[in-house]
């Protein structure tokens, strides 16, 4: 019970600072595709900050590791958190420190109760369109045949990729800019679903509440038109014994 609070204490105490370390992380990466060239100095202070920050959640994972009372399920329960956490070590991308800090965040953030769910998707939404339109810009803007130049295109192409709409005026070139069409074109559909998901059962939720109160009322009803059948019942009686008591 102690180790579990520990765990609990932990991740309640490093929940804003670690947001706050993603808020970083995401200005470090934006940075350097504006700013495009970059200073060699605005760009290492920039990769040692992604780096920096990724190490934090690194760390975050390990302690939570050592303060879980059985480490095997939290190991089993949190792979995405691992998966994470590995990503980059595996091939040093920016764009791997970008992915991997997005689940580590979202992982962090879903275990807030207070944050909701319309909240959540609400960020989504935008994390994935800043950093989606950040990442084809990355990869679009030197390839030869792109035609996604500015931060603008960039953000245009994400909108129109995300909701599926796809007009086709500007696309992907590279293999690199496809996969994050797929991922993003994969999100807009999941988080479509979420919404729809959600509505549909707010919906079905008030739909039963009204049940609920429909079928209270008709019981009242009619549970007040049997006291007045008794009740009537009673009167006849009472007037039927004072007739014969007065014959």
């Not at 965040?105 to 109760?113: H, K, N, P």
């Not at 509440?209 to 009322?217: A, F, S, W």
């Amino acid at each position: 019970m102690s180790d579990r609070s520990a765990q609990a204490q932990w991740e309640r105490y490093t929940q804003r600072p670690l947001l706050a370390l993603a808020v970083a992380f995401a200005i470090a990466y934006a940075v350097p595709i504006v700013d495009n060239p970059a200073s060699p100095v605005l760009a290492v202070v920039c990769t040692a900050t992604e780096w920096a920050v990724w190490a934090a959640f690194a760390v975050d994972y390990l302690i939570r590791l050592a303060l879980s009372p059985r480490r095997r399920e939290f190991v089993r329960t949190h792979w995405i958190d691992l998966g994470a956490v590995v990503l980059p070590l595996l091939q040093p991308l920016r764009l791997l420190r970008m992915v991997s800090t997005l689940l580590l965040v979202g992982r962090r953030a879903r275990m807030a109760s207070q944050i909701r769910l319309t909240t959540y998707v609400a960020g989504a939404v935008v994390g994935l369109l800043m950093f989606g339109s950040l990442a084809v810009l990355s990869v679009e803007r030197d390839s030869p045949n792109g035609n996604i130049r500015t931060l603008g295109d960039a953000v245009w192409w994400s909108f129109t990729t995300m909701t599926t709409v796809g007009y086709g005026d500007h696309a992907p070139t590279t293999g690199l800019g496809r996969m994050i069409a797929v991922g993003l074109m994969l999100s807009g559909i999941a988080l479509l679903g979420v919404v729809t998901a959600n509505i549909a059962a707010w919906f079905i939720a008030r739909f039963e509440k009204d049940d609920v109160e429909e079928r209270r009322q008709t019981e009242a009803i009619a549970s007040l038109a049997e006291e007045v059948r008794l009740l009537r019942t009673e009167v006849a009686r009472l007037v039927d014994e004072r007739e014969q008591q007065r014959s």
